[in-house]
C-alpha cells in the first residue's frame, strides 16, 4: 500500500503531462485518465491536489455530426473528470441546423483532459456505429444499439 502523500504526488505529476508540455495528445489522455483511476481508487479530493486557487474554465469541442447520443457520452466523461458538460448549437439559422458544440466546465486541466477524451471516444463510437450499420445492410438500428452500448461500456 502506498503512502496517501505518494498517491498525491504521483497524480500531480500525471495531471501535469500536457499538450503544452510537450506531450501527445494519445499521452495526454492516458496520463489524464491514470490520474482519474488514482484519484478514484484512493478517494483523493480536490483540495488534496491543491487546485483550490485554479480557475474555472471551459474547453469546446466542435462535432463533426449531429448525434443524439453526444451529450449522453459528454456527460459519462465530464462525471470521471470533475467537471460539467453542456451542449450549444452555433450557426442557427433558415434551412441550415448549426454546429453542434459540447462544452466542458471544470479545472483547466480536468476539462482539457474530458474535452480531449470525449472528442476521441465520439469519433471512434461514430465510426464504429456506421461499420455495424454498414455490416447490418444499412438496418439504422444497429447504429442506435451499438452506440448505446459503447457509451454503456465507456462507463
Same mark, same amino acid.
Given at each position: 500500500?502506498?503512502?496517501?502523500? +505518494?498517491?498525491?504526488? @504521483?497524480?500531480?505529476?500525471?495531471?501535469?503531462?500536457?499538450?503544452?508540455?510537450?506531450?501527445?495528445? %494519445?499521452?495526454?489522455? #492516458?496520463?489524464?485518465?491514470?490520474?482519474?483511476?488514482?484519484?478514484?481508487?484512493? +478517494?483523493?479530493?480536490?483540495?488534496?491536489?491543491?487546485?483550490? #486557487?485554479?480557475?474555472?474554465?471551459?474547453?469546446?469541442?466542435? /462535432?463533426?455530426?449531429?448525434? @443524439?447520443?453526444?451529450?449522453?457520452?459528454?456527460?459519462?466523461?465530464?462525471?470521471?473528470?470533475?467537471?460539467?458538460?453542456?451542449?450549444?448549437?452555433?450557426?442557427?439559422?433558415?434551412?441550415?441546423?448549426?454546429?453542434?458544440?459540447?462544452?466542458?466546465?471544470?479545472?483547466?486541466? +480536468?476539462?482539457?483532459? %474530458?474535452? /480531449?477524451?470525449?472528442?476521441?471516444?465520439?469519433?471512434?463510437?461514430?465510426?464504429?456505429?456506421?461499420?455495424?450499420?454498414?455490416?447490418?445492410?444499412?438496418?439504422?438500428?444497429?447504429?442506435?444499439?451499438?452506440?448505446?452500448?459503447?457509451?454503456?461500456?465507456? @462507463?
Amino acid at each position: 500500500m502506498q503512502n496517501r502523500e +505518494d498517491v498525491i504526488d @504521483k497524480i500531480r505529476k500525471l495531471l501535469a503531462h500536457s499538450v503544452e508540455n510537450g506531450a501527445t495528445q %494519445a499521452e495526454a489522455i #492516458a496520463f489524464a485518465l491514470k490520474a482519474q483511476a488514482l484519484i478514484a481508487e484512493h +478517494d483523493v479530493q480536490e483540495w488534496e491536489l491543491g487546485d483550490a #486557487a485554479e480557475e474555472i474554465v471551459e474547453h469546446r469541442v466542435a /462535432l463533426p455530426a449531429r448525434r @443524439k447520443w453526444r451529450g449522453y457520452l459528454a456527460h459519462i466523461v465530464s462525471d470521471n473528470f470533475r467537471c460539467r458538460s453542456y451542449e450549444q448549437i452555433f450557426g442557427c439559422r433558415r434551412g441550415h441546423r448549426g454546429v453542434p458544440h459540447v462544452f466542458f466546465v471544470g479545472y483547466e486541466q +480536468d476539462a482539457r483532459a %474530458a474535452a /480531449l477524451v470525449f472528442e476521441r471516444l465520439y469519433v471512434i463510437g461514430d465510426e464504429l456505429g456506421r461499420r455495424a450499420r454498414r455490416e447490418a445492410g444499412g438496418w439504422t438500428y444497429a447504429y442506435d444499439n451499438f452506440v448505446e452500448g459503447f457509451c454503456e461500456g465507456v @462507463k
